[in-house]
């Protein structure tokens, strides 16, 4: 379904907890501040994506906080997948995939994002606040091996690992990593209080341009994709300030605490589904039907957070 911008709907990102092991200095949390820390049920979670499907949406993206904590993650894939989605894909730090990415793949999910911003011990513990780098490198591998595809990897630039850019992109093509993305800070939760570590992407941009073999655009928010002799795609994910990148956004959220949030960068623009996931009297019909009501409104009241403004003058007589 098309929303007022003419954007398409077709990608649901649930939130599956708050908690996470890591603390990034710069999370910006999916964007969500609540106190709930725990999620929704699996048959919740299914419910939803049900409703999703029909509305349009394609694929869905399990992120957090750290989804790999939730121990029924098996289960809320299993659940997923049965609601027809096509492409069931996680983002994760990494730290414990070595011991469930078999588990994830028998589950169904399709694909996986690790999260990795140094390549350098010491750094890595700057950002994240673990020593874990070997562990969520033994992760990446472990992804490879159980098949999925592609996976991608996500580096946040920032002025504090900014010379750590050039190792993940040499791991990444050592070890036949699919993408890379290159993500600019967002100022988003943490990030807002840290976003003076922002660093400008558009050297590193420039750089990467000059050695591609081919250059192409993401109908997703519309990022630049780079192909690199080795094979590598880097994917430049620049959203702040961007109106391109929100012209191309076709995602609602589903947060922890059952709400349909249409923009991760705003808490007015929000509708809550809780009532219909909740309310034990309703029958299973009545509760799709509110759901379906859910995304009729947020789709009604999505709109792209950053928007070209045009300034019409009255003409002179
Ligand atoms: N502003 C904004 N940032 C987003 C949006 N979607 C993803 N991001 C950011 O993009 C970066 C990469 O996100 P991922 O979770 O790997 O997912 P993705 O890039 O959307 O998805 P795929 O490439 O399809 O796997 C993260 O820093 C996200 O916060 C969005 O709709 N708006
Ligand atoms: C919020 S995390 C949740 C999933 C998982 N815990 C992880 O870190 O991969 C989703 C993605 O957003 C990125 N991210 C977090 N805070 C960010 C920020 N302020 N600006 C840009 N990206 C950010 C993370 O690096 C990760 O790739
Ligand atoms: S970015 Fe991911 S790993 Fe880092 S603190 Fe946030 S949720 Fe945890
Ligand atoms: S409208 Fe823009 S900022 Fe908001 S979620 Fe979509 S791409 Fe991100």
């Known amino acids: 379904m098309i929303d007022r911008y003419g954007r398409p709907l077709e990608d649901l990102r649930v939130t599956l907890t708050h908690v996470c092991n890591f603390s990034c200095f710069f999370c910006h949390m999916e964007g969500e501040d ?131 850019a050039k190792r993940v992109i ?43 073999v081919k250059s192409e655009i993401r109908e997703k928010h519309f990022r630049p994709r780079y192909t690199l002799p080795s094979g590598l795609v880097v994917e430049i994910v620049k959203p702040y300030a961007n109106p391109i990148f929100c012209a191309g956004c076709n995602r609602v959220r589903l947060t922890v605490d059952g709400k349909l949030k249409t923009c991760l960068y705003r808490d007015d623009k929000v509708i809550d589904v809780m009532y219909a996931l909740s309310n034990k009297d309703l029958t299973l019909e009545e509760r799709l039907e509110l759901i379906r009501h859910g995304f009729e409104a947020a789709i009604s009241i999505r709109e792209p957070n950053f928007k070209y403004m045009m300034k019409i003058e009255a003409q002179q007589a």
């Open 34 to 164: 609540t106190e709930s820390m725990q999620g929704l049920s699996p048959h919740q979670i299914g419910l939803v994506s049900r409703v999703a499907v029909e509305f349009g949406v394609k694929s869905v993206k399990l992120t957090g906080g750290e989804p790999t904590l939730r121990r029924d993650l098996p289960e809320i894939i299993r659940e997923i997948r049965t609601s027809g989605v096509r492409d069931i894909s996680m983002t994760t730090n990494g730290f414990l995939l070595a011991n469930i990415a078999g588990k994830l793949k028998d589950a169904g999910l399709d694909r996986i994002n690790i999260s990795l911003h140094a390549l350098t011990r010491e750094k890595f513990k700057d950002v994240t606040g673990v020593d874990g780098m070997d562990r969520v490198i033994a992760g990446i591998r472990e992804a490879k091996n159980q098949g999925f595809k592609p996976i991608k990897l996500n580096f946040v630039l920032t002025k504090r690992n900014s010379e750590e």
């Open 170 to 212: 040499e791991f990444s093509e050592e070890i036949g990593i699919d993408e890379l993305h290159l993500i600019e800070l967002h100022p988003v939760g943490l990030g807002r209080s840290t976003f003076s570590f922002h660093q400008g992407m558009e050297e590193l941009e420039k750089e990467i341009a000059k050695i591609a």
